[in-house]
Nanobody, 111 residues
């Protein structure tokens, strides 16, 4: 079973930035995703990147978040700018090819 490990979460003020990382062996072949789950809410999709680098974003984060990857480092990233309190959630990476989730990293945005 492939193991995905997220990092980079933390506490940030509104308007600030964070970069999340997901260590994920073999991502070169996978459609990789970021999801998030806010307290008391369902998990929601945030962004996707395909093996050839095509990206797609939820409307709520479009223009503020950027998904990217480094195949050589087997690492997926989520650059989050202009953060808002409503971005507060646990963030998860997901490998759609292998159906694998990371353990999540917590992001808290204070107003």
């Amino acid at each position: 079973q492939v193991q995905l490990v997220e990092s980079g979460g933390g506490l940030v003020q509104a308007g600030g930035s964070l970069r999340l990382s997901c260590a994920a062996p073999g991502i070169i072949f996978s459609v990789m995703n970021w999801y998030r789950q806010a307290p008391g809410k369902q998990r929601e999709w945030v962004a996707t990147i395909t093996p050839d680098g095509v990206t797609n974003y939820a409307d709520s984060v479009k223009g503020r978040f950027t998904i990217s990857k480094d195949n050589a480092k087997n690492t997926l990233y989520l650059q989050m700018n202009s953060l808002k309190p409503e971005d507060t959630a646990d963030y998860y990476c997901y490998d759609a090819r292998r159906g694998a989730w990371g353990q999540g990293t917590q992001v808290t945005v204070s107003s």
